[in-house]
């Protein structure tokens, strides 16, 4: 069994690999709706919405209590000026430079839970991403994240029942 976590301290963790990767990093815990207000945004965005968590355990004084997490980031960018809004292919490639810093993004933190710290996160869904072009800005570029991963957030102590007096 691996170590606890919750998903407070793996929320801390992300940030910390988004924002410290590359200086001049924005991230922001909340809903994309909620992106409209920050009028200050710092480019690359990851905006991570939080979290739906399933707890599940075959019996809770098993001691062995499991928190299935789904999560959604989106990753927002700005197309530099160099680039032509209507050349497809070179989006194409500034879309991939994206996806591989999100990519590895999500290696730093997952290196760190399972090496480091020696926490097991067990993958339950396919990372996926979905490219997204907004129309109201033709120079922001966005990546969708998604993914899902399994991890023991509390073990329950046996030991010390509660009093039902």
């Given at each position: 069994?691996?170590?606890?976590?919750?998903?407070?301290?793996?929320?801390?963790?992300?940030?910390?690999?988004?924002?410290?990767?590359?200086?001049?990093?924005?991230?922001y815990f909340g809903?994309?709706?909620?992106?409209?207000?920050?009028?200050?945004?710092?480019?690359?965005?990851?905006?991570?919405?939080?979290?739906?968590?399933?707890?599940?355990?075959?019996?809770?004084?098993?001691?062995?209590?499991?928190?299935?997490?789904?999560?959604?980031?989106?990753?927002?960018?700005?197309?530099?000026?160099?680039?032509?809004?209507?050349?497809?292919?070179?989006?194409?490639?500034?879309?991939d430079k994206m996806?591989?810093?999100?990519?590895?993004?999500?290696?730093?933190?997952?290196?760190?839970y399972e090496n480091?710290?020696?926490?097991?996160?067990?993958?339950?869904?396919?990372?996926?991403?979905?490219?997204?072009?907004?129309?109201?800005?033709?120079?922001?570029?966005?990546?969708?994240?998604?993914?899902?991963?399994?991890?023991?957030?509390?073990?329950?102590?046996?030991?010390?029942?509660?009093?039902?007096?």
């Open positions: 069994m691996s170590a606890n976590t919750n998903t407070t301290a793996i929320v801390d963790k992300m940030k910390y690999y988004w924002v410290n990767a590359t200086p001049n990093r924005g991230f809903w994309p709706q909620e992106v409209d207000n920050i009028h200050s945004k710092t480019l690359p965005l990851m905006v991570m919405n939080p979290p739906e968590i399933i707890v599940s355990t075959k019996a809770w004084s098993s001691n062995t209590i499991s928190t299935n997490s789904n999560w959604t980031l989106i990753s927002y960018d700005i197309l530099p000026s160099q680039y032509n809004v209507t050349d497809d292919l070179a989006i194409l490639e500034f879309w996806e591989d810093e999100v990519m590895f993004w999500i290696y730093n933190w997952w290196y760190y480091v710290l020696g926490i097991e996160f067990i993958l339950t869904s396919p990372i996926q991403i979905i490219r997204i072009k907004e129309a109201s800005n033709d120079r922001l570029l966005a990546l969708k994240i998604t993914f899902g991963f399994n991890f023991y957030r509390l073990c329950a102590n046996t030991n010390d029942y509660p009093n039902i007096d």
